[in-house]
């Protein structure tokens, strides 16, 4: 077995080029640069502890040599078609993969955030995550305002009344977890909200944070591990969607 094969064989239990990919053999070359960007964020050693930084820099550069092999047409098509690689043009190990990544992918900033919200709110990408949200919670509040890309608790009414309207249409169930919620489930849930709020607030008053993505994602790192993972969750997907094409949609919390 070649040695890329190998690697991917060891670091991610598949000598399956497309199956690391998290794509099938047939994808195309949006495809193959987004299953790449989302599986890149999750292992970049940036994001991972001292102890664990020298395998994900092995899986990180496995999956950019990889990546580039799957992107050039003919490397794909003896692979596909021998399952074996072209270890001599598949890309140096030595290579900076770091840079390869940062050429492919921008980095998103509390710009791209706000204006992916501004472009987010009210679209009818944010209907349907809202309801897939009431739908896969059983018309639970709290899993929906958990569920949601860019909202809060500000964001109840007005959810509410878009799924009162959905659910008068017949386009969504009635679930009783919804229409007969009880009234101090909501005012704990608003409660629980106001006090993470100022917590928020006091945490980054104390730490001196200021506005920027960083800060922001610093005070919720602060807060619990927890809100670290959604806010993690949150810019795995908007990178996934942003990275390189410029387009930008959806789909997890944040704000």
Known sequence: MAPLLEACKKLFGSSDLFEVLGVDKNANESQLKKGYHKLSLKIHPDRVSDEEKEEATQKFQTLGRVYALLCDKDLRAVYIETGEVDEENAGPEDRNWEE????????????????????????DEELNDLKQAYIDGKGDMEHIINSVLCCTHDDEDRFREIIEKL??????PDFPGFSNEDKRKKMARKRKAEKEAQEA???????????GLDSLKAMIQSRSKSREEEMDSFLDNLAAKYGGSGKKKGSKKGK
């Open 201 to 211: 607030e006091k945490m980054k008053e104390d730490l001196g944070l200021g506005d």
């Open 100 to 123: 390869y990544w940062r050429l492919l992918f921008k980095k998103i900033d509390i710009k791209d955030i706000k204006n992916f919200e501004d472009k987010y709110i009210g679209s």
């Open 167 to 172: 659910i008068k249409k017949k386009e969504v």
